[in-house]
């Protein structure tokens, strides 16, 4: 009796063990996108849709509000802009038609030198020795974050791979 | 026994051995399989796979190893898995969306996550290795990972101090403080002030009992036309700071009761002079005499007024001082000049500045506010409250402690009680079998508890004696954040040691000047050293800036030198006598260290040299794209027409090599000029002095300033 009793316990482990080895891992609920975003801001030409902003375009966006905002937004935290008073008249953050087509490398150089180095307006101030790389590439992350159309970086792979 | 059945039974015992070997065999067989198949090993091969496609698979594997990767910190309490499957998490080459997770690589920050972890900001379980487990709270391991959207709490925990990086812990700390929060919990970096709410040990002289009843009930005090009722008469981002308590018929009788009566520290009352009064009380031109008062003196700078514009209502002015579109109808006449004369004189705290009023002037714009800032419904649907009885006033008064109101009013002779609210400086860490989520259905999960505590204190908990604010959805983010920023004292030294303390910042104004620094309220409004509010330029280093003349005529008829401003700095009437000495105090003491104004002489410019920098100003660096000379130019820098006027040639000099060193958050751009370019632009800058004149009188801005708001 005890004999088989030990038989029927070693059955069981056997079955517990296989059964816990096939454990499916629990499945983890899909987060609220914007739960997952450092930071958000809202589409400037349809204020109901939200994009959803990681740490270094969260920064970009800080930055922006504090040096650019005056001159590429039609409305800025003080009011009125100073946009309208420039000519040419400098471009939208937002313009996909225009900063879309122009690389990283591109905007990087005419914020750190100005726009009269690079063959443009003297009007847009070199900010290379008031603002950080970081930074200066944080504002190029958030354009890029808000561009309208949407930005398309250049050769970029497709997806080729699921980790599952 | 035997012999012959002893070899049976030993021959049967050697089949159960042989049998049970095989199963325990079998159950041991499994073990390894059991092992392979184990989560995180799963997602280790998988990043052998997926390197493998990568073009760049031999950095990516690099430092790989089939074991579990872990970084581990001591001193800080810190085992963290995560880095077993969040394989490429400082792979730059892994950064872009279309990596998969787990492998995407951090976004650059400024900590290095190989040396700090990923639990110290994310939370979550760093000894675990499975997924459910590392982020979700279990019955053994409660602490979730913090949604993104808080991070920044996880900021908050060392930096006491603010970070530019973190807006909306920023702005959380500032509406906990703001909203006197601190009247109740006890928070972590969270200082009370010297006011909460204001002083109510003479509310009864004035506002009436019907006021307060209407106040009690329902602190928003415009409702429009279609009956909607919002925050201050607008859609505000500002909550106001009364929150909203729920109280009986009852209790609201006995607060109006007891509140009604309390006259202890009566502000003196002023008669304003017969033969001002009988000049003007017959004067069809009174009231629009005093409204253009109203204007020119900049009252809207720190008080809002609704304006009805298109069918909409906004508010349009400061927040610094409550609202004032009704005020008429709910301060009593006498105390409304009372204390527009002497306002510390009823509350020591206040902000308001003493302003150094005219019989006249004080008559006119207290008959405007009295006429025209009323709404004759304001108290329609308020009850018929009888003279208060004893017992109303004795209920009143033991509510007025049991609901915590003494928290954030004094009161002559009630002392607040001790640790009113719950301890707060620790919430941040709890686990959410700590909580008490009472019927709410909510997720059981600390952010969830707080938002829902926040929005609706009773939902959590029935008996809770939290009265109601009402949040828009980003204030209630920040708040979230800045409470789940306060994790209590660090929990190890080492911990303790990185710990950023905030910084109080403090100024003390000397002698005569701080008589009028006082009276004038600076502080409202500029920054001395750090201290003080943001709503004006810092002050700190105007001595090397301004002129002393150009002080003295400012700060007796303020001009605005920002095109775009609507906010300006009020006309306090002020005597020449108080004007020189505040010139004169900042003039001498208010200086940078980097500005000596013996290095530079205006003597020394030549024609030549302003011609030069005209032509560098206007062609080489274009700053007329931020800057107004003349009529033309841009709205972002202020306008320079009176830069010679204004400006010192060692400060312009200073600016123009680095305006960050004399301003630090300044957004003019630090160029590259030669020193010549510098002396040149200098030169030209001091010769602009053609500017606006300063006026004795502000008479002339009163077209512009017809209708609030218009002041731009």
């Known amino acids: 009796m005890r004999i088989r009793n030990f038989g029927i316990n070693a059955l069981l482990i056997v079955a517990l063990s296989a059964a816990c080895g096939c454990r499916k891992p629990a499945e983890t609920a899909k987060p609220d996108a914007l739960l997952v975003a450092y930071d958000s801001e809202p589409d400037w030409n349809d204020s109901t849709k939200i994009i959803s902003l990681g740490y270094q375009q969260a920064q970009g966006k800080r930055v922006f509000y504090q040096y650019c905002v005056w001159c590429h937004a039609d409305a800025t935290p003080a009011g009125p802009s100073n946009r309208s008073n420039l000519t040419p008249v400098p471009a939208l953050l937002d313009d996909g038609p225009t900063l879309n087509a122009e690389s990283d490398e591109y905007l990087e150089n005419i914020i750190t030198l100005g726009g009269s180095a690079m063959g443009k307006s003297a009007m847009m101030p070199p900010y290379g020795r008031s603002l950080s790389t970081e930074e200066i590439r944080s504002v190029i992350a958030f354009t890029r974050a808000i561009a309208e159309p949407p930005y398309q970086p250049p050769g970029r792979t497709r997806p080729q791979y699921s980790p599952k | ?712």
Not at chain 2, 81 to 103: M, N, W, Y
Not at chain 2, 336 to 365: C, F, N, Q
Request: hydrophobic content about 35%.
């Open chain 2, 1 to 712: 026994m035997p012999a012959e059945e002893m070899g049976k039974i030993t021959e049967r015992m050697r089949l159960v051995f042989a049998v049970s070997s095989l199963m325990f065999l079998a159950a041991l067989a499994i073990s390894p399989f059991k092992d392979y198949r184990r989560e995180w090993k799963q997602y280790k091969r998988s990043y052998l796979r997926f390197a493998q496609v990568r073009p760049d698979t031999k950095r990516l594997t690099a430092d790989y190893s089939p074991d579990i990767d872990q970084i581990w910190l001591p001193g800080m309490n810190v085992v963290d898995r995560c880095t077993t499957c969040h394989q490429g998490i400082t792979q730059s080459s892994l950064a872009d969306k279309s990596v998969p997770e787990p492998f995407r690589a951090h976004p650059p920050i400024p900590h290095n996550v190989r040396e700090w972890g990923c639990t110290i900001c994310h939370r979550g379980q760093g000894p675990a290795t499975e997924v459910a487990e590392a982020h979700t709270s279990t019955l053994a391991w409660e602490q979730p990972v913090l949604p993104t959207h808080f991070i920044q709490a996880s900021c908050g925990t060392c930096h006491q101090s603010d970070l530019p990086q973190t807006p909306q812990l920023a702005r959380g700390r500032r509406l906990l403080a703001e909203l006197n929060c601190q009247g109740c919990h006890k928070m972590q970096g969270i200082e009370r002030p010297a006011m909460l709410g204001p002083d109510l040990s003479s509310i009864g002289t004035k506002v009436s009992r019907e006021w307060i009843y209407k106040w009690l009930k329902e602190p928003r005090t415009i409702v429009d036309k279609d009956g909607n009722v919002t925050v201050n008469g607008y859609e505000t981002e500002e909550e106001p700071r009364m929150p909203k308590f729920r109280l009986t018929e009852t209790e609201l009788r006995a607060f109006t009761a007891y509140l009604g009566v309390q006259k202890a520290k009566p502000i003196p009352p002023y008669t304003i002079s017969p033969a001002v009064v009988a000049a003007w009380s017959k004067n069809p031109e009174l009231i629009s005499q005093g409204e253009l008062r109203f204007r020119q003196m900049f009252c809207t700078t720190c008080h809002s007024l609704a304006v009805t514009r298109a069918g909409e209502t906004k508010l349009i002015g400061g927040d610094i001082g409550p609202e004032l579109t009704k005020v008429g109808s709910k301060v009593n006449p006498d105390w409304l000049i009372a204390w527009l004369r002497d306002p510390e004189g009823y509350l020591p705290h206040t902000r308001m500045p003493r302003y150094g009023w005219s019989d006249e002037d004080l008559y006119k714009v207290t008959q405007y506010i009295t006429t025209k800032l009323t709404d004759s419904d304001l108290l329609s649907d308020v009850p018929k409250l009888d003279p208060p009885a004893d017992a109303e006033i004795q209920l009143g008064r033991r509510l007025f402690v049991e609901k915590g109101c003494a928290s954030c009013h004094v009161l002559e002779g009630l002392n607040p009680q001790k640790d009113f609210g719950p301890d707060l400086s620790a919430l941040g860490g709890k686990n959410a079998s700590e909580l008490e989520f009472g019927a709410a259905k909510i997720p059981h999960n600390l952010v969830s508890y707080i938002q829902a505590k926040l929005e609706d204190p009773v939902s959590v908990n029935p008996a809770a004696r939290m009265p109601q604010y009402n949040w828009n959805q980003a204030d209630l983010d920040a708040v979230t954040t800045a409470l789940l920023s306060m994790k209590g004292p660090p929990p190890t030294s080492a911990f303790e040691n990185l710990v950023v303390p905030h910084k109080e910042s403090s100024f003390r104004a000397t002698g005569s000047f701080a008589e009028l620094y006082e009276r004038y309220k600076c502080y409202s409004c500029h920054k001395f050293n750090g201290y003080g509010g943001d709503l004006a330029p810092d002050l700190t280093y105007e001595g090397s800036r301004a002129e002393r003349q150009w002080l003295v005529e400012f700060l007796e008829s303020p001009q605005t030198l920002r095109p775009t401003l609507i906010l300006r700095m009020p006309q306090f009437n002020m005597s020449d006598k108080d004007a020189a000495t505040l010139a004169d105090y900042i003039s001498t003491v208010l200086e940078h260290p980097a500005v000596n104004p013996l290095t530079t002489d205006a003597k020394q410019f030549t024609p030549a040299m302003a011609t030069l920098g005209k032509q560098l100003y206007e062609v080489k660096y274009q700053c007329q794209s931020c800057h107004t000379i003349g009529g033309s130019g841009g709205y972002v820098g202020p306008n320079l027409n009176n830069a010679g006027g204004w400006l010192t040639p060692a400060w312009i000099e200073a600016w123009l090599r680095n305006p960050q060193t004399l301003v630090p958050d300044s957004i003019e751009p630090r160029r590259n000029f030669t020193d010549e370019e510098i002396t040149a632009l200098t030169a030209y800058l001091m010769t602009l002095r053609a500017g606006i004149k300063p006026q004795k009188t502000a008479f002339h801005t009163g077209a512009r300033a017809s209708e609030p708001g218009a002041a731009r």
